[in-house]
């Protein structure tokens, strides 16, 4: 068993698990009785999501210190007592179950997911490659 990182919207792999939706707002468009069926998530966990502030603030980094000053920023965010318990819970789980974590954006390196894939191994996660 373990966590994966994905693409929300994309194929899913075989024994994948639960897809979990760790962004703001749901996919526009899709009605929420094709979540799941279309590939976007099984539940929706905007919980570790980054802030609309924050998220914003990721969107518009064109330079490497307005990328850290997100960083920063969002592991700040899930410092905070409830998400720090969500990522306890989601690693514990990893050794458990199978499921995964994601968000919509095209580049891993440059969306909150590379992040919480790091701090999902920090608490010990056991991550899919």
Not at 80 to 104: F, K, M, N, P, Q
Request: proline letters at 6%.
């Amino acid at each position: 068993m373990s966590i994966r990182i994905v693409r929300l919207g994309t194929p899913r792999a075989p024994g994948e698990g639960l897809r979990i939706g760790t962004v703001r707002r749901p996919p526009r468009g899709v009605p929420k009785t094709e979540f799941a069926s279309q590939n976007w998530y099984d539940v929706w966990y905007p919980n570790l999501a980054p802030s609309v502030e924050t998220m914003k603030q990721a969107q518009t980094a064109e330079t490497p210190a307005e990328w850290n000053a997100f960083v920063r920023k969002y592991k700040a965010e899930m410092a905070e007592a409830d998400a720090s318990r969500s990522l306890d819970l989601l690693a514990a789980l990893s050794h458990t179950a199978a499921l995964s974590v994601g968000c919509y954006c095209e580049d891993e390196s440059r969306c909150h997911r590379s992040l919480l894939r790091g701090l999902l191994a920090e608490r010990g996660a056991d991550i899919a490659a």
